[in-house]
C-alpha cells in the first residue's frame, strides 16, 4: 500500500515509523528539510520537502497513485485543504488531523465524505475520552467498550490481594467463567496467555467480559477496597485537559491547575463553572495538599513534560491517591513509566495511529482502541459472508501468533469466545491482537 503522510511532527513521525517497519511505501510530507533528511537516514521510507498545499509537492509525492494520504500538521486547516487537494489529484482515501470537535458530529460525515475527507481524526478527543474511561473506576488501568458496554476488555493489575494468582488458566477457565483473559503484560513482554500460564502478583491482565460481570472481576482481583473516584485533579491546562474534564461524569468534582494566567482565562471561559480552574504549579505540593490531594481519588498530569507528568503521578501516589493517569509522549518513557507502576499511561501519538492504522485494512473494522504500554490494539471486526473465519471453529482456523478472538457480539448480544465457537456473518468480533498483526488477521474476515 502506497501511502502519503502530510507532516513530520509528533503523530506523523510516529506513524511513518510505524508503517515504514510494516514494510508498506510510505511518503512523509514536510517543509522542515533536516528533520526529513534524519528519518530518510534511518527509516524505510520517502520525503519529499514540499508544502502538502503544494499542488506541484503533492504531484513530486505521485498523490495520484496513492491509497492513503493523511493530514497530520498541527494546523487543520491545513491538513483538510491538504486532503482536498489530494482527492481532488486521484488518491483513494483520505484523513484529516483536526482540533474542531463539532466536525466529528455523525450529521457532518456524509458532507465531509462528498468533499473528498473520508475520516478526521483528533488525537486529544481520543486520549481524552481513554482519561475517562480510566478514571470511572479507580482499580482499573484501561477500559474499552464494544456495543455500549455489551462486551468490555478491561486491563488491571493484579497484586497479592488477588485470589487468582498462582492458578493455571485451564483450571480458572470452565464453561461458567464469565471472563475471557486475552493478554498478560508481565514486565517488558506482553504473553497471549495458554492453558498452563499463571497469573502472577503486578501482571497487568487484559479480562474480556460482560458489563454485569465487573464486580465479579473487581472481587477476585482483590480490587473491592478501592474508592470510587468523585473528586479530581488536573495538573496542566492542556486541550486535552479541557476534553477530559468537559467528558467527566456530572457527579465528579474536577479541579485543573495550571500556571499560565492566559491559559487560566481561556479555560474559565471555555468551561462550565462545576470545573474550577486554580492558577498555580502542580508540581507544588503545599499547593496540591491545599487543594485537597489528600482527599482526591484521581490525579491526572497532562502537561507538556513527560518526565512531570511521571514524578507528578509518583508524588500522588505516595501522598495515597489510588488513581493517577499521566500523558507520556516521550516513546523512550513509556517502559520506564510502566516497570514504576505509576498507573494508566497515555500516548495520544499511539493513539492517534491505531486509529488511522484501521484505515490501511480491506476487512471491515469499526473500531481500534490502543493498549498503549502492551504494544497491542484491540480492534472490532465485522464478520463477512463467506469469509475463512466462518468456515471452521476458532481453534481450526489457523490464527497466527499473537491473537486472541475475546468475544463476540451477535445481534446485539454479546458473549465469549471460545475454541468451539462457530462465528457467522454479521459478528462483531473483538480482536486483540500484538506487535501490529491486524494485517495478518485480517484476511480471515474479508
Known amino acids: 500500500m502506497k501511502i502519503i503522510i502530510a507532516g513530520a511532527g509528533d503523530v506523523g513521525t510516529h506513524l511513518a515509523k510505524m508503517l515504514a517497519g510494516e514494510k508498506q511505501d510510505i511518503i512523509l510530507m514536510d517543509t522542515d528539510e533536516e528533520k526529513l533528511r534524519q528519518l530518510e537516514e534511518n527509516f524505510d521510507l520517502m520525503t519529499v520537502n514540499a508544502s502538502s498545499l503544494s499542488i506541484s509537492g503533492l504531484k513530486e509525492a505521485e498523490v495520484s497513485g496513492a491509497d492513503l494520504f493523511i493530514g497530520v500538521t498541527p494546523e487543520e486547516s491545513r491538513n483538510m485543504t491538504s486532503c482536498l487537494l489530494a482527492h481532488s489529484l486521484g488518491v483513494k482515501k483520505t484523513v484529516a488531523r483536526i482540533d474542531n470537535a463539532e466536525y466529528l458530529q455523525p450529521k457532518h460525515q ?80 506482553t504473553i497471549i496467555p495458554r492453558g498452563d500460564d499463571c497469573l502472577r502478583e503486578y501482571d497487568l491482565v487484559y479480562f474480556m467480559t460482560m458489563k454485569k460481570y465487573i464486580p465479579y472481576i473487581r472481587q477476585i482481583a482483590g480490587k473491592e477496597n478501592y474508592k470510587d473516584v468523585r473528586n479530581v485533579i488536573i495538573m496542566g491546562g492542556s486541550r486535552i485537559a479541557a476534553r477530559t474534564a468537559m467528558m467527566a461524569p456530572e457527579y465528579m468534582k474536577v479541579k485543573i491547575i495550571e500556571k499560565d494566567i492566559e491559559r487560566c ?64 509522549e516521550n516513546m523512550a518513557y513509556i517502559s520506564m513509566a510502566e516497570s514504576m507502576d505509576i498507573g494508566t499511561i497515555i500516548n495520544k501519538k499511539m493513539i492517534a495511529a491505531s486509529h488511522i492504522y484501521q484505515m490501511m485494512l480491506d476487512a471491515d473494522v469499526t473500531n481500534v482502541k490502543c493498549l498503549t504500554v502492551a504494544n497491542a490494539d484491540v480492534a472490532e471486526f465485522i464478520v463477512k459472508e463467506g469469509s475463512k473465519i466462518t468456515k471452521h471453529l476458532v481453534k481450526d482456523c489457523g490464527l497466527p501468533k499473537g491473537v486472541n478472538i475475546g468475544g463476540v457480539i451477535r445481534k446485539k448480544v454479546g458473549s465469549l469466545v471460545t475454541g468451539n465457537t462457530q462465528l457467522q456473518a454479521g459478528d462483531h468480533v473483538v480482536v486483540f491482537c500484538t506487535g501490529m498483526t491486524m494485517q495478518k488477521i485480517e484476511k480471515f474476515f474479508i
Request: proline share 2%; hydrophobic share 45%; net charge negative.
Open 265 to 328: 482565562h481561556r479555560l474559565t471561559e471555555l468551561l462550565d463553572d462545576r470545573i474550577m480552574i486554580i492558577n498555580g504549579d502542580g508540581r507544588d505540593m503545599d499547593l496540591l495538599m491545599e487543594e485537597g490531594l489528600e482527599n482526591t481519588e484521581a490525579f491526572i498530569a497532562l502537561t507538556g513534560s513527560s518526565e512531570t507528568n511521571i514524578l507528578a503521578c509518583l508524588a500522588a501516589k505516595r501522598m495515597g491517591v489510588s488513581k493517577t493517569v499521566a500523558e507520556v
Open 110 to 189: 456524509e458532507f465531509f465524505s462528498k468533499i473528498g475527507i473520508n475520516s478526521l481524526i483528533y488525537p486529544e478527543m481520543l486520549a481524552a475520552r481513554e482519561i475517562t474511561d480510566a478514571i470511572k473506576m479507580s482499580w482499573i488501568r484501561q477500559w474499552w467498550e464494544v456495543d455500549g458496554g455489551e462486551l468490555v476488555l478491561i486491563g488491571v493489575k493484579v497484586r497479592k490481594t488477588a485470589t487468582i494468582l498462582d492458578i493455571p488458566l485451564h483450571q480458572l477457565d470452565t464453561k461458567s467463567t464469565p471472563y475471557h483473559i486475552v493478554a498478560i503484560k508481565r514486565g517488558m513482554h
